[in-house]
């Protein structure tokens, strides 16, 4: 068992932080689209969705756009299916395979909630920086997410 720290200070001191903040946003944002009755989840579904091809993406894969276990996924769509906002849709090759499609409703709602969603977006996180750190940023976090840990397929706007 390794009895040293191989992380420097500087280095867990900065994750430390990063965690904080995404933590903190995440949390701010999902507050604030809970007006619209979405939770950041299904924001982030609904925008998948309506940027997909033909507007629907297999199950299994929009889990992972949305970085959710697949039980995960079918609970959350579950839930957007309900409220009219998706709907399923089975294969007609493979009844095994089952996509999720974004409704009108899922289209109008996500409408909706974009004007709160982006205001957000900008007083939490944009306007503590200026244009030139934005740009900094997106290249130093772009380093970990073209790397092995990044999220394969992921959507960059939610």
Not at 31 to 57: F, K, P, W
Not at 62 to 88: H, Y
Not at 130 to 141: C, G, P, S, W
Request: aromatic share 4%.
């Amino acid at each position: 068992m390794p009895t040293q720290s191989h992380i420097s200070p500087v280095a867990m001191a900065a994750w430390q932080t990063f965690l904080r903040a995404q933590c903190g946003l995440a949390s701010t944002l999902d507050s604030e689209l809970q007006q619209h009755g979405l939770t950041i989840n299904d924001y982030g579904v609904l925008v998948n969705l309506r940027d997909a091809e033909r507007q629907s993406v297999r199950m299994s894969d929009l889990a992972g756009l949305v970085l959710l276990t697949r039980s995960g996924m079918t609970r959350l769509v579950d839930g957007l299916v309900k409220d009219g906002l998706v709907e399923r849709r089975t294969c007609p090759t493979d009844a095994r395979v089952a996509y999720a499609a974004i409704t009108d409703a899922g289209l109008m709602k996500l409408a909706e909630a974009r004007v709160t969603h982006h205001a957000g977006i900008q007083r939490q996180f944009a306007d503590h920086f200026t244009e030139a750190e934005l740009i900094q940023l997106r290249e130093l976090l772009g380093r970990i997410d073209a790397g092995p840990c990044a999220p394969c397929g992921a959507n960059p706007t939610c």
